[in-house]
């Protein structure tokens, strides 16, 4: 037992560590994100929308993004803002996210590459898609 918890505290403590060697990371780029912000609001750049229009289009986007991906047709360089997401479409995009995230957390012993890939393409794209107005 007592090795056990000597294995266990020093797990911890590299993990600690891991994660205090990120933080100035990220104070850069919280204020690297509050700077563009501030500068874009007052050049106008930032519109304003609601953050739940901005999450109700983020969750319908992914899955047209993953469409877009098998079926490319009608593709723009620019797509508009939507101005309204019924929220059907929002709660359903959302179902079908967490279900294609709970089948590649399944597999992620079998293929970790698929769970890696997926989480990979709902971090990056969700700051895209509910960060920029």
């Known amino acids: 037992m007592r090795g056990f918890l000597f294995v266990h505290s020093r797990a911890l403590n590299e993990a600690v560590s891991l994660v205090k060697e ?3 990371f990220l104070v850069c780029s919280l204020l690297s994100a509050i700077i563009t912000l501030c500068a874009q609001k007052k050049s ?3 519109m304003d929308f609601t953050y739940s229009l901005r999450i109700g289009n983020a969750l319908v986007s992914y899955l047209k993004y993953i469409g877009k991906t ?3 047709q009608n593709l723009a360089v620019y797509y508009p803002h939507p101005v309204y997401i019924p929220l059907f479409h929002a709660i359903c995009s959302l179902l079908v996210l967490l279900l294609l995230s709970g089948v590649a957390i399944w597999f992620r012993r079998r293929s970790p590459y698929v769970a890696f890939g997926w989480l990979w393409f709902l971090v990056t794209y969700s ?3 509910i960060g920029s107005g």
């Open 22 to 24: 990120k933080i100035p």
């Open 44 to 46: 106008s750049a930032v």
């Open 70 to 72: 098998f079926w490319p």
């Open 127 to 129: 700051r895209y898609r």
